[in-house]
């Protein structure tokens, strides 16, 4: 039997993917409330594909409990946010939930943490808790997830993984156990290569994006188009620029490469000036809104609305959102009216101003900052009738009307 800890964005497809393909699962989350909506039946975020998965695990017998189990394998997915201050790794959640399994893991049980961590997090903080607790009998394991929002019941099955585990026996069984459902390529190295190599694909990210937001910055000041030259440029067989945009947000990329900032501090200065550079993004976005309403003359920004409040397009995840940010800094450095906000994926009340209908958001708006491609917008501008759109994901194709970064 596997027990999953923590069901939340990772933990919950992990623990139905592996029961929907024969593996006895039992997901535990110290969360009540999640706990029992997911014994009514029902899912806690949306995802596409994920209602179905939900499905089928429940017919292969999944059961969901806050209790830790005793069991031969655990599989801990539980948050691991960065301290803002000293941008090191919180390992709070991880270190917690280890413990707890270690007071209930029988002998010889093989402790899998599948939340993203730092390079030397499992050495600094997980294996000293064998030592106190006398339990060098478990195996450890670092099995960090790769899977992206919006399509994570595909990714689980076709994305290549990695294990990182000290006895290469235990990596291989472990290995197996994710090969019932994995039908990409398992590599299996040590625990801190695994722990440094996810880190560092996530900030290959930032740092790539950062890189486009730069250009688009530059191309405005010059006066060229960002997105023809990214196009061109991606022609060239050894060039991949990712696109500009209004910012980064979400569980990973804003967030994981300040493990290496907050660790390596005097090195890591490419990375921080990357993460800075998209995290300028949100507050860029709402100067040049600001630019083209001086242009057309709208001075309430009340008259000004926000489409979009998670950090990605067809999720309902706002950590991060780059959204959050825009309001942010519209409220503290501009000074400004709160704008009026919808995103059609986001049910739950986050910010003031938030509505839950595009006639009720539309009415009486003179111009819409498009911070999300949402799929039901994306290359239809004629939703918003003709006002003034601020573009940044460019989503809304070229126009008169039409701002992009
Ligand atoms: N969300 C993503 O897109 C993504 C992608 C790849 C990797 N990751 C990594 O996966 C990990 C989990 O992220 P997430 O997005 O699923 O987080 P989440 O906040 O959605 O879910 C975490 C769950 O763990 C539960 N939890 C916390 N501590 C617990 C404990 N001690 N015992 C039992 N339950 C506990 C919480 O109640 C919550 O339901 C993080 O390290 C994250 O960086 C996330």
New binding site residues.
Partial sequence: MINV????????PTALMMASHGVEVVG????AS?VATLNAGHT??KEEGLDELFAEAAAAGIRFT?E?QVCGTYI??????YDKVDKKIDPS??V??CR?VLGVAPQGAVLVI????SPNTIDRFVRPLLTEAGRQDVSLVHA??????GN?VHELVHNNRTIGADDPEVGERVADLYASFCRGEIAITDIRTAEMT?VVE?TFRAVNIAFANELAKVCRVGGMDVYEVIRIANKHPRVNILQPGPGVG???IP??PWFLVGDYPETANFIRLALQTNFSMPEYVLRRAHEAMAERGIADPSRVGVYGLAYKEDVD?V?ESPTLQLLGAQAEHLCGAPMRVYDPWVEADVVPNQVHSMSEFLDGLEMVIVMVGHSEIKGRPELFGDRILIDPRNVMGDGANVYKL
């Avoid at 535990?28 to 969360?31: G, R, S």
């Avoid at 801990?76 to 946010?81: A, K, L, N, Q, Y």
């Avoid at 960090?144 to 929002?149: D, G, S, T």
């Fill in positions: 800890i923590g069901l939340g964005y990772i933990g919950l535990t989350d110290y969360n999640l806690t975020f806050t830790y801990v997915s539980v948050p691991t946010p959640y991880v917690s939930a707890t599948e939340s993203t961590v960090p997830e790769r899977i992206i929002p994570m996810k996530n979400g569980h990973c967030v994981d995840d950590r």
